[in-house]
């Protein structure tokens, strides 16, 4: 079981809080049998933002992408588990909800790329940096989920 301590860092947009899926997407995490460490709603600043999504300065659609991430609350969470940045990843679905798989979080509830309610971490080292962004080491519960035995074998 030495993997499970992977984190990776999910956050439901401003369009996913304000259509009701915050319950929904949690449940989609828990359910998979990942571990919530941490969670909060949040109003980042914009310069907030900008870091979070530094990667996609110059790219046509990144002003539109900060405004729109300041339109609302977000629900920033970190999940932990055996492979949970891939698997986060899956359960999203593709960042184009048109190419989302049915059963997937985005193939469920979206179908602007623009308006895909969740934000998932990319891999390990964007986790790594998107957790120490969005929380302070003491935000990050250190517990045993009593489940895990049947959970991993
Ligand atoms: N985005 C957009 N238009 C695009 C590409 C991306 O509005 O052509 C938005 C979309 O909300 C996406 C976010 O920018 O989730 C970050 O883009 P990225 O390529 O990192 O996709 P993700 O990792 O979220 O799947
Ligand atoms: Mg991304």
Not at 28 to 36: D, H, S, W
């Amino acid at each position: 079981m030495s993997d499970t301590v992977e984190r990776t860092f999910i956050a439901i947009k401003p369009d996913g809080v304000q259509r009701g899926l915050v319950a929904k997407i949690i449940a989609v995490f828990e359910q998979r049998g990942y571990k919530l460490v941490a969670i909060k709603m949040v109003c980042p600043s914009r310069e907030h933002l900008e870091v979070h999504y530094d990667d996609l300065r110059g790219k046509p659609f990144f002003q539109g992408l900060i405004e729109f991430m300041k339109s609302g609350p977000i629900v920033a969470m970190v999940w932990e588990g055996l492979d949970v940045v891939r698997q986060g990843r899956k359960l999203l679905g593709a960042t184009n909800p048109l190419e989302s798989e049915p059963g997937t979080i985005r193939g469920n509830f979206a179908i602007d790329t623009g308006r895909n309610v969740c934000h998932g971490s990319d891999s390990v080292k964007s986790a790594k940096r998107e957790i120490a962004h969005w929380f302070n080491n003491d935000e990050l519960c250190d517990y045993t989920l009593e489940l895990k035995k049947s959970i991993y074998e």
